[in-house]
């Protein structure tokens, strides 16, 4: 294989120092993520902003949305959740993949609620400047054609702020800001809390796990976390049947057994690092073991599994009356696997809930033997 100057330029710049610049070695482990203390610093100073900037600020680091979904999102992109009085959905279109993303958020979570009340305060703005709704939520105006504001813009506002207030990055100097490393970090802040890959490519709108591993950054952060909270709790198959040997499986110093991953514990020998002949699809494994403490996210993931559904069930009838029968039988099967998924988490729902380790607002652990 030969290569000239300029794609040798390309490859250089594109592979990982430490990766012995092989082929594809991208530099993704090197932390696209936007830093913690950028995003704090950031939001310090969300006042110095002109409007609507602060609230798509929020928007955009409490969903990860593409910059360009975010700029288009529509004036009635929220609505209360018809199944649930705890939750509103967010809707957007995700041009890429040319699909939708219903994103439910929780009322009692402080970053949900801040991003509510960005997006309401921003239609009530619209309504008092222009008297009506309009098509989008962030519009702009040519004399009566209505269009979106340009991402430009606000990158070009957030990089000033950034300058004015020495809002660092990692390099020390003044945080050169775009919208996609906050989507990163939106990916890597679900994975230290405990979220699947499954669920991180529902959240980030990703085709495939292995898309989504991508937007997980910050790795060695990870696997100390993993390692900190591994053992402890009870653990329970996805049919809801406790497993006691797993804890100490998990803690075992000689031979890793069983390795810690998001809401539980996998017992497949050799699923070790990120590396998984199932694609992380946890809560269809038999493989799996759920965590008891991890009795919120359970819930939190069964209502996106029944939204998700619900949505599936609305793109099989557009696809059979449009006469797309294969489309509607490639749906009907992921949904298949959806509503396995959702049994799955129900059983752990219950399981956990039936064992008593879970009652009322408090965890009761039982710990795994020293």
Known sequence: MTLD???ARKIHRLQAADANYR?????????????????????????DLPAPIPAMFIIGVGTGIRAGDLHALLFDCLRPDKHDKR????????????????????KTDPLHQAMINAIEGQRAAIRQR??????????????????????????????KLCIRHGILGEDGKPFNFTWHPIRHHHGTQMALEGHDILSIMLELGHASPDMATCYV???LELKKNALLKKGGGRFYTIEGQVDAKVGELLIRKEQVIATRVSGGACTLPGQLGEWCEHAHACL?????RAASG???????????LLTLIEQQDAEI????????????????RRQVRNKNAAQSVDNIIRAIERDGSYAGTKHNFLRTPE
């Open 23 to 47: 082929l594809y070695a991208s530099k993704e482990g090197a932390n696209r993520a936007a830093p913690d203390k950028t995003i704090r610093g950031i939001f310090e100073h969300l006042d």
């Open 217 to 219: 950054n910050r790795r």
């Open 317 to 332: 009838r557009t696809f059979e009356e449009s006469g797309q029968r294969r489309l509607a039988e490639l749906t009907k």
């Open 87 to 106: 939750f509103m959905i967010l809707s957007f279109w995700q041009n890429k993949v040319s699909r939708w993303n219903h994103k439910p958020l929780l």
């Open 284 to 288: 269809s494994c038999r493989n799996f």
């Open 5 to 7: 100057k300029r794609a």
């Open 294 to 304: 991890d009795y919120d996210y359970f819930r939190c993931e069964k209502h996106k």
């Open 130 to 159: 222009l008297g009506r709704d309009t098509k989008y939520l962030f519009p702009t105006f040519s004399g009566q054609r209505e269009s979106f504001l340009h991402s430009n813009y606000t990158v070009l506002e957030l990089k």
